[in-house]
Nanobody, 121 residues
Framework: QVQLVESGGGLVQAGGSLRLSCAAS????????MRWYRQVPGKQRDLVSS???????YYADSVTGRLTISRDNAKTTVILQMNSLKPEDPAVYYC???????????????WGQGTQVTVSS
């Protein structure tokens, strides 16, 4: 069993910054990659950024240059530093991880509960 716990959402003025965190815990052998998605009501959940076990990163065009994804040394916590937030950034941000389980070495897809990001103009 693996849990993803997100934190760091909130209200910020346009141009401001927020730092989202997602901590993974449980019977983890390896986290293959971790991703951040965001979703607004009535729309699909969109990929924002990802980081692989090797440290390779991806950013959606809409956030490139403003968001930075990183991991802690244990590679079980992923951080999304969000700078220069815009009025189009508000959404529920979800952490996602593909995890190889310790005992079975099977891979599973896990989601966090989501954290709300609100940007005031």
């Amino acid at each position: 069993q693996v849990q993803l716990v997100e934190s760091g959402g909130g209200l910020v003025q346009a141009g401001g910054s927020l730092r989202l965190s997602c901590a993974a815990s449980g019977t983890i052998f390896m986290i293959n990659f971790m991703r951040w998605y965001r979703q607004v009501p009535g729309k699909q959940r969109d990929l924002v950024s990802s980081i692989t076990s090797g440290g390779s990163t991806y950013y959606a065009d809409s956030v490139t240059g403003r968001l930075t994804i990183s991991r802690d040394n244990a590679k079980t916590t992923v951080i999304l530093q969000m700078n220069s937030l815009k009025p189009e950034d508000p959404a529920v941000y979800y952490c996602n991880a593909v995890v190889t389980i310790r005992w079975t070495r099977a891979g599973y897809n896990y989601w966090g509960q989501g954290t709300q990001v609100t940007v005031s103009s």
